[in-house]
């Protein structure tokens, strides 16, 4: 019965251009609700994010149909005096009553409702109703109201046409969701018998804010007892279902959101908790989302896997992979500039710099567009931030040429090239970098030329199927190609990617043809639709000749889509700009701030101080007291005050003992900060592989040998031992290796986040002990249980630049 009336609303929805439904999304509606007839847990993966929103919609009308069918009542027998109740005589208005016992009338039982209205004509009023009509039109009541409603339940019931039905909500379920869907979804109207309603008159809901309180679903009366909780933030869910007694009996994680490498702690522990709870996992996301090693593990215990791996029978050919080749002598730039990263990334300013270099990259290796203006844009910022590095002027005038070479280069003039020689026109898609993707749409329609042009984030619609013959991505990484290929919009698809990438991305298709294989092995369509695609990705794979250039770092393939850099947004030094500007180094929005004196050091010429107008600082007095004072007050031979990294280390060594063996400290510590979900996470994994297999460091290092890594033994000692692990290791590369030999995608892919994580949690550890040590001034150093060091100035500069407020008034080691 519950089947046939979800059926039914389906079909309704599928004629009200509110609920954005298309032929192909009613279909994965009915097969949603097919999977909800079989016991257990499920994942339905779908080509695109389209049917989220839906789906959130339906599974909010499937509690509420189970609610009205399931014969629930209100027993009148089992209340206490006083309960406060809603009552909806046959007037159809519902209002909310006290319970005041039974009476008696021609020898039967009746029951005493009075309303709570004090003034008026219903003040006082009582109803005396039998068994009968108090299980039928009485339910629990949450709050009281003195305003009477309308009966949206009874319409809904006639709209389906049940002549009865129940009006207690004893089912609950949660769904997670992305904010902005469920924005939309309470701005949602529909028509009941010629009225229209609000779908949170009917749909009785709460929402669980991320400050871990509730508030009402809007439209939804005070009274009304919520059925579904809508969540929006998976760490506030995690922490709610750990702490509350939660009696729902089944969850909805709806989108990819929550699939991403930054909520894989959360997301475990989420998991876990259902499980406890035996609350049934209703998973709604995309194919392409669930293609790394740890999310396919999610999926195993699942009781049932749907996914889509076309839309139809015809499979998308895109057997072929372009390769565009890059002159030698640029090849060998890339290659310098490489090579200067490694050398130099574990100062913390390096990351920054870094992060500059892919976005450049990306650029110049995604447009059409000679000289291209927004790559020029990166290149000027670039340089305007070298001054600040302190480099050996050798070194910086090095990299500066390197750039200058870079810059200048052809490469979008052979990509543009390689474009005429694939052709293209007005039904080919081609998707490229955020960054260009304007740029490159305008030049193609400046030339009269016709194609559609769209960046990577574009959200995929079901307004792109039908439309494309063939489609064309440009320098993708793994999780932009995967997002592309697995959504099926053309039957023809081809990837460019420049020489010096290539081997790296072949590499990177070989772990696509896996997952796929590993997902299929789920899969309970098995349509036939996964094997075309494995064996189209083999053919792929084959087709690539051997690359002679292998490029030792590409940060493209090694960054989450959610920590990309913006060159619009993500500009540190601008010395022409006023407004709030974004550090691409950090995960929040640290406005600039003018620095205005600049302090180096005797014993450590890469040091320095980085001064406000009215910053202070702590420096060392005769008496052995420290004392903080105006930077543009110190003075040549003042001896600054500060906590050294490694002496930090010890701290963050009895914290990460402790993480590992309190799992309630681990998850609080963890909760709050994705850098420390990363750092933890990648550290664990090797720690875990080194004792599960009882390695030495001899076999260790013999190991990682087989992977081209060559380390002293000390340094796999270090790394190896948890007490005497460090914060940072000395490449990114050390911990994608560590990837490949654990077979672990995510710390392959994203090397460099989880580097970049190591770093942050450094910095934050070293705040931490600094702040403790800002709080020392006029007590005697001889007080402090932790080691102080100091720097002497040995020279202070006036300077006038715009930097992140995060590096102002504060040593900053450089080493």
């Known amino acids: ?463 792109f199927y039908g439309r494309f013959k063939k489609m064309i991505l440009i320098n993708p990484r793994a999780f932009e190609r995967r997002k592309w290929i697995l959504a099926d919009i053309a039957p023809n698809i081809k990837i460019l990617y420049p020489s010096i990438s290539l081997d790296r991305y072949r590499n990177s298709l070989r772990n696509d043809q896996y997952f796929i294989e590993q997902l299929l092995n789920l899969d309970w369509f098995k349509d036939g639709s996964a094997d075309i695609i494995v064996n189209a990705l083999k053919l792929a794979i084959n087709d690539v000749g051997p690359i002679a250039y292998d490029l030792s770092i590409d940060n493209q393939d090694t960054t989450d889509e959610e920590q990309q850099v913006s060159y619009r947004s993500g500009r540190l030094i601008d010395s022409n700009a006023d407004e709030p500007l974004t550090d691409p180094d950090t995960d929040r929005n640290d406005p600039l701030a003018f620095a205005q004196y600049q302090l180096s050091f005797k014993e450590n010429h890469q040091a320095r101080v980085l001064g406000t107008e009215h910053g202070k600082i702590l420096v060392k007095r005769p008496n052995d007291f420290l004392e903080h004072i105006k930077i543009s007050n110190v003075v040549v031979g003042d001896i600054v005050a500060y906590i050294k990294i490694e002496d930090c280390v010890e701290f963050y060594r009895n914290d990460f003992r402790k993480m590992t063996s309190d799992t309630e400290f681990r998850r609080k510590r963890l909760t709050d900060s994705v850098a420390r979900q990363r750092d933890y996470y990648w550290k664990r994994k090797f720690l875990d592989f080194v004792s599960r297999n009882e390695l030495g460091v001899d076999r260790l290092k013999e190991l990682f040998a087989e992977h081209n890594y060559k380390r002293s033994v000390g340094f796999f000692q270090s790394w190896a031992n948890v007490t005497k692990i460090n914060f940072v290791p000395r490449d990114i590369e050390f911990i994608r290796v560590i990837g490949e030999i654990i077979s672990d995608q995510s710390l392959v892919d994203e090397a460099s986040d989880y580097h970049r994580a190591s770093q942050q949690v450094r910095d934050k550890f070293q705040l931490d002990r600094q702040k403790e040590l800002d709080q020392m001034e006029h007590i005697a150093i001889s007080a402090a249980h932790y080691p102080i060091s100091y720097l002497t100035v040995q020279n202070m500069v006036k300077i006038n630049y715009k930097v992140n407020r995060a590096k102002t008034n504060c040593l900053l080691e450089g080493e």
């Not at 629930?72 to 209002?95: C, Y």
């Not at 871990?212 to 439209?219: I, N, T």
């Not at 280069?409 to 390689?418: E, G, Q």
Request: hydrophobic letters at 40%; glycine letters at 4%; one cysteine or more.
């Open 1 to 463: 019965m519950v089947w046939d009336e979800i059926e039914k609303i389906i079909k309704k929805m599928a004629t009200n251009t509110e609920f954005k439904l298309t032929p192909r999304i009613v279909r994965v509606l009915n097969d949603v609700v097919q999977a909800e007839q079989i016991e257990g847990n499920f994942a339905y993966l779908y080509l695109n994010e389209s049917p989220d929103l839906s789906t959130a919609i339906v599974a909010a009308f499937l509690i509420l149909i189970e609610n009205m069918l399931d014969n629930g009542v209100v027993d009148p027998v089992a209340l206490d005096m006083e309960t406060q109740l809603l009552f909806t005589p046959n007037s159809g208005k519902t209002q909310s009553v006290i319970f005041k016992g039974h009476g008696s009338v021609n020898g039967e039982t009746n029951w005493i409702l009075e309303n709570v209205n004090k003034r008026g004509p219903y003040a006082g009023l009582q109803y005396s109703v039998d068994t009968q009509t108090f299980k039928a039109q009485v339910t629990a009541s949450k709050d009281i109201s003195i305003r009477s409603k309308q009966d949206i339940r009874k319409l809904f019931a006639e709209a389906l046409g049940l002549a009865n039905f129940s009006r207690t909500d004893e089912k609950e379920i949660i769904i997670l969701v992305d904010k902005k869907i469920l924005d939309y979804i309470e701005k949602i109207e529909f028509r009941l018998v010629d009225k229209k309603v609000k779908f949170g008159e009917l749909i009785s809901g709460q929402i669980l804010k991320s400050t871990g309180v509730f508030r009402e679903f809007k439209h939804t009366a005070k009274t009304s007892q919520p059925f579904i909780t809508f969540v929006t933030n998976m760490a506030t869910l995690e922490e709610y279902l750990a702490d509350a007694d939660v009696t729902a009996q089944s969850l909805y994680m709806i989108g990819n959101k929550w699939w991403k490498y930054s909520n894989a702690f959360i997301r475990k522990s989420l998991l876990e908790l259902t499980e406890d709870q035996k609350i049934n996992l209703r998973i709604i996301a995309t194919t392409a989302i669930m293609m790394t090693p740890d999310n396919l593990q999610s999926l195993k215990p699942l009781n049932a896997v749907y996914a889509w791996f076309s839309d139809d029978s015809s499979v998308s050919d895109f057997r072929q992979i372009e390769c565009l080749a890059v002159s030698n002598d640029q090849a060998e730039t890339w290659q310098d500039i490489d090579q200067f990263i490694d050398q130099l990334h574990d100062m913390p300013e390096m990351m920054t710099l870094l992060r500059w270099l892919s976005l450049l990259r990306g650029t110049l290796l995604s447009t059409i567009v000679f000289r291209s203006k927004i790559g020029q844009e990166i290149f000027e910022k670039i340089n305007d931030y070298l001054p600040f590095l302190q480099l050996d002027t050798d070194i910086e005038q090095e990299l500066r040429n390197s750039l200058s070479l870079i810059i200048e280069s052809k490469y979008p003039i052979a990509l543009d090239n390689k474009l005429n020689q694939l052709g293209y026109d007005a039904h080919t898609l081609i998707v490229t970098s955020n960054q260009v993707s304007e740029e490159v749409r305008k030049n193609i329609l400046d030339r009269r030329k016709q194609a559609t042009v769209v960046g990577y984030d574009e959200a995929i619609s079901e307004s």
